[in-house]
């Protein structure tokens, strides 16, 4: 073999591929940061211990992608060459993971690792889905997901705290319900890009009924909880910026646009989202 011969064999067997290392879909990052953060700033202290939470987190959320295509590679929806750097990529995660996780149980908080396996429960079901070409669209795997991502909260709010609290529980719904509703209203936008004109309001409130109900009902349940004393007031703000994004999203369609441009704007309300809400829980201590 050459010189040239062993360098383009190099080439093409490469660790770096971007594509396997690194998620595809930017706009799913957030899902996974958001609680985390909410979870980080209600649990009020930063450790050792939390620094293991947030790096086994990322590692396990960052073994998605190269997981995916070594799937994607076996069922041949892929080039077979592709198969060894996704599973080099699998393990190196892996292992990163695997030794936070092992700081996590050392420092006494093994019991958070409860909080992954409903995670790992819903990323068989999307590997299945993956091997059979299914994966695109699945409004119930998207919303199973967010719930998954969501216990990030919990977490990163009991090791804060130090102790299993029962709120952690309170704070998951809470941040979940937001998760899902944005999914519920991404979808929506999804289906007005397809539409090659504006429609009549009527048209468009019905199509925006799902999207409308989902974002009202987490307004009014915080409210609820808010009037009861149970969380922050301020907390309403986050989840009434969310719903008027609903309603102005309803009525202004987003026919035409590129997924690219309805992604950015839904992750920008959901950082807005974070910062009101960390804002709201910090005004109400």
């Not at 990529?89 to 420092?107: E, M, Q």
Request: hydrophobic residues 55%.
């Amino acid at each position: 073999m050459t010189i040239l011969e062993g360098i383009g064999d190099l080439n093409r067997f490469r660790l770096w591929r971007r594509h396997i290392a690194l998620p595809a879909d930017h706009g799913s990052w957030v899902f996974l940061l958001s609680p985390l953060i909410i979870g980080l700033a209600g649990g009020g202290r930063l450790s050792i211990v939390t620094v293991y939470l947030v790096v086994a987190s990322l590692a396990g959320f960052l073994a998605r992608q190269p997981l995916t295509i070594a799937i994607k590679a076996l069922s041949g929806r892929r080039s077979r060459e592709e198969l060894p750097v996704a599973l080099l990529w699998t393990a190196v995660y892996g292992g990163i993971a695997a030794a936070h996780v092992a700081g996590l149980v050392v420092r006494g908080f093994g019991y958070v690792l409860l909080l992954a396996i409903p995670g790992a429960i819903v990323f068989a079901w999307y590997l299945l889905l993956v091997s059979r070409r299914t994966e695109r669209r699945q409004l119930g795997l998207e919303l199973a997901a967010t719930g998954a991502l969501a216990l990030s909260a919990p977490a990163a709010y009991w090791i804060g705290r130090g102790a299993p609290l029962p709120f952690g529980w309170l704070l998951w719904l809470l941040v979940w319900a937001q998760s899902a509703a944005s999914i519920v209203y991404v979808y929506l936008r999804l289906v007005q890009r397809e539409w090659k004109s504006v429609p009549p309001p009527a048209k468009r409130w019905r199509a925006g009924g799902a999207a409308l109900t989902f974002s009202a009902m987490n307004f009014v349940a915080v409210l609820a909880l808010a009037l009861g004393q149970i969380v922050s007031f301020w907390l309403t703000a986050p989840f009434l910026i969310q719903t008027a994004e609903t309603v102005w999203g309803t009525l202004h369609p987003c026919a035409g646009w590129k997924p690219r441009a309805i992604g950015l704007r839904q992750l920008a309300v959901s950082a807005l989202f974070t910062v009101l809400f960390v804002a709201g829980w910090y005004a109400g201590v």
